[in-house]
């Protein structure tokens, strides 16, 4: 099965930018979608953006026109830019794909990433 791992985490400051990559060890091309999720202490895994195979988008409300979500068949990567980063945004982020929904999908190990104040 396909092996996910995500990278760019770390720390930034209130108003900085990350970019995080996730790099798939097979093909991504058949995947309907490929996410990114994030999840902190206490609460559950939520979705931040994901991208389907059509190129279509999908982004939470936090996070339009701050973050943009890229998929390269055929580097087998999505990368995820976040611009204008607030405390809010801290959290692990984990790397998805799915063929259909995402409870029976695949998941990366997640990468920390901690905004300051």
């Known amino acids: 099965q396909v092996q996910l791992a995500e990278s760019g985490g770390g720390l930034v400051q209130d108003g900085g930018s990350l970019r995080l990559s996730c790099a798939a060890s097979e093909s991504i091309s058949g995947f309907n979608a490929m996410g990114w999720f994030r999840q902190v202490p206490g609460n559950q895994r939520e979705v931040v953006a994901y991208?389907?195979?059509?190129?279509?988008?999908y982004y939470a409300d936090s996070v339009k026109g701050r973050f943009t979500i890229s998929r390269d068949n055929a580097k087998n990567l999505v990368d995820l830019q976040m611009n204008s980063l607030g405390p809010g945004d801290t959290g692990v982020y984990y790397c998805a794909a799915t063929y259909s929904v995402w409870n029976s999908g695949y998941w990366g190990q997640g990468t920390q990433v901690t905004v300051s104040s």
């Open positions: 991208i389907r195979s059509s190129g279509n988008t």
